[in-house]
C-alpha cells in the first residue's frame, strides 16, 4: 500500500501543470449546416491559447480583401513583437518581412512574433488589434470572447470558449477558402527558413483532416480545433485542455469519428454570414465597441454601445462675480492623487501588477492588475512572462506549398502615440490616471553568468520574469534559489539584458527538474515558464 501511494504521488509530480488544472472542454459540429452533433463544457470561458491565431489570421485575410494592407508589404519588426517569447520565428527589432512569411509563420509554426507583427501591421499597435479581435469575434455571435493579445499568451481576461472557436474555424473555411489551404500545410517558407506544422501529428494521422490550429500554455492545456472532409461530409471538432499532445489528438480522431457517424451524408451546406471589416477608423475610440451584424452592408457601422471611458478633460468651475478664488484645491487634490497612487504601488496590495513594455513609445510602462502576489516597490514589479507553445519538432520538406493569394497594397493606419518618457498608465484605476515616475539607472553591463552547467542533458531552464534592473533581477534569482534549493541546487543562474528590462533565468536543468521546479513556484504564485533546448 506504501509503495502504491508513493507512485501514485510521483505520478502526480511528473505530470505538467496543465494536465491537473486546464479544464476540458469540447464541441462537434457539421461544418456544412452549422448544427451542434456533440459538446461538452462547450460554454465555459477557457484560455483558448494559440487558437487565438485564428483570429489573428482571419483579420489578416480581411484586411487583404479590403486593400489594407497586401501579402506582399515590408512590416517592420517593433521591439515588442521581437521580444515575444517562444515559439517563434526568431525576427529582430527593426528587420523587414514581407506579410507574407509572417502569415505563414504564424498558422504553421504559431510563432508568437509573427503573430504580434501581423496585429501591428495591421492596427498599428496589438492593444488596437486586439479590440478589432473581439469586435470582429461579437459579430461572427462569439459571445464568450475577449482577445488581449494577437498570439494568445496567457493574459488576464483573454478569454474563449470551444463553441465560439468552432465558430470561427468555421469562417475560416468559408469565409476565406483561397487561403485555407495554408493550415494543411506540413511544412512552409517562412521568409527566414522553412517550418514545420505544430499540427502535422494530427495530419499526417486522421484521414481526410486538414487543419486547422493547435494551442498550448500551462493554463490552458493542450488545445486543437481540428476539421476534417470525407466525400460530402466535414466536421469541425475542437478541445480545449488535452493532457498531451498525443492524448489530445486520440480525444479529436474520437470526436471527428463521432461527427461523421452522426452529420448525414446528404446535407445542403449553409455558409455562414461573413461579419462586415472593422476598419482601423472604427475601433479608434477605446470606449467604443462596433458591433455589426452578419446580415449588415459592407459600409454599415452598426450598432455602437458606448463602454465606461476614462474622463478625459475636467473643468474647473468659474468664480461668481465678486467672490474670492478658491484656494488652488486642484492642484492639491491632483498632488495627492499622485502620491497615493505611488504609495498603492510601492505598498503590498492583494494584486500584482504586470508591467510590460508599450510598442509605442520608450519609457511607457503599461500596467495591468493581475492576482495575487503582492510587490514592494516600483523598481520590483515584475513582468508576468506566460507560458509558450512548444517548438514545432524539425522534419523533412514534404510538399511545396502553394502561393496565397496576392491583394493591392495599402500602408496600414497606425495611431501617433505621445512619446513620452518615464510614464506610468495605470489601467486598473478607472477613470485612468497617468503617475510619472522617475527612471531606473540601467546599468552597462549586459549579462552576468554566475556558473555553467549543460552536462548530463540538463539543457532546459525556467524564467522568472522581467525586472527594471539588474539589482532587481538578481534579488529575485538569489530570494527563489534560497527558497526553493532543493529544485534549483546546481543550476546556473543568469541575467540577461533584453528590450524592456532584464530577465532572470535559472539555466541547466534537465526537463523533469525545470518542470518540477516550475510548479512549485507556480503553487507559490511566483511566475515561471520553462524554457527549451531551442531557447
Partial sequence: MGLYLVGMLWMLVLLPLSAIAAPYAALVMDAR???VLHETNADARLHPASLTKMMTL??????????????????????NAAAEPPSKLGLRAGQKIKLRYLIRAAA?????????????????SEAAFAR????????????????????????????????????????????????????SRRTADAGMGRVSNTNRRLLDAYKGADGIKTGY????GFNLVASAERGNERVIATVFGGRSTASRNAKV???????????????????????????????????????ASNGAAPQAKGKTIRLQTAVKTSLRPKVRPGEEAAPPVMLAMKDDIRSALAEAVSASVAETVVVAPAPEATGKLALAAISPPTISRPEAIAEVIAETEPAAEPEEILAEERVLAERPAVTPRARPVAQEANVVQVAAVKPAVTVRMPAAPQPAIQEVVTRVSTSGGRHWGINVGKFPNRYQAEKVLMKTALAESGTLDGSLKKVVERKGGYEASFLGMSREMADLACRRLQARKVTCFMMGPEG
Fill in 33 to 35: 449546416s452549422g448544427e
Fill in 58 to 79: 482571419y483579420i489578416a485575410f480581411q484586411a487583404i480583401e479590403r486593400g489594407e494592407i497586401s501579402l506582399d508589404t515590408q512590416v517592420k519588426i517593433s521591439a
Fill in 108 to 124: 504553421v509554426k504559431s510563432a508568437n512574433d509573427a503573430a504580434t507583427a501581423i496585429g501591428e501591421a495591421v492596427s498599428g
Fill in 132 to 183: 478589432r479581435m473581439t469586435q470582429t469575434a461579437r459579430a461572427m455571435g462569439m459571445t464568450k470572447t475577449t482577445f488581449k493579445n494577437a498570439n494568445g499568451l496567457t493574459q488576464e481576461g483573454h478569454l474563449s470558449s470551444a463553441r465560439d472557436m468552432t465558430t470561427l474555424g468555421r469562417h475560416l473555411l468559408y469565409d476565406f477558402p483561397q487561403y485555407y489551404n495554408i493550415f
Fill in 217 to 220: 500554455t500551462n493554463a490552458a
Fill in 253 to 291: 480522431a474520437e470526436l471527428l469519428d463521432l461527427g461523421f457517424r452522426r452529420a448525414p451524408s446528404k446535407a445542403t451546406t449553409d455558409k455562414p454570414k461573413p461579419p462586415v471589416a472593422m476598419a482601423q477608423a472604427d475601433v479608434e475610440d477605446e470606449g467604443t465597441v462596433v458591433v
